[in-house]
């Protein structure tokens, strides 16, 4: 019933900032010659997200 439901003292706007930021940050990494990190590291951290991020 919640599925995609955010916490609602969360701001959206800074949450959506946060979330650009990450794939702009590592895109710009990239481009500056260091190594892309392996998709597979990402699963663990993006579950936490989700846990921090359930309304409660």
């Known amino acids: 019933m919640n599925e995609g439901a955010i916490d609602s003292t969360t701001d959206a706007k800074l949450l959506a900032r946060l979330l650009l930021a990450f794939p702009i940050g590592l895109s710009l990494l990239s481009l500056s010659g260091l190594p892309d990190i ?4 990402f699963i663990l951290f993006v579950q936490r997200l989700d846990e921090i991020l359930e309304p409660r």
């Open 38 to 41: 392996n998709p597979a590291k």
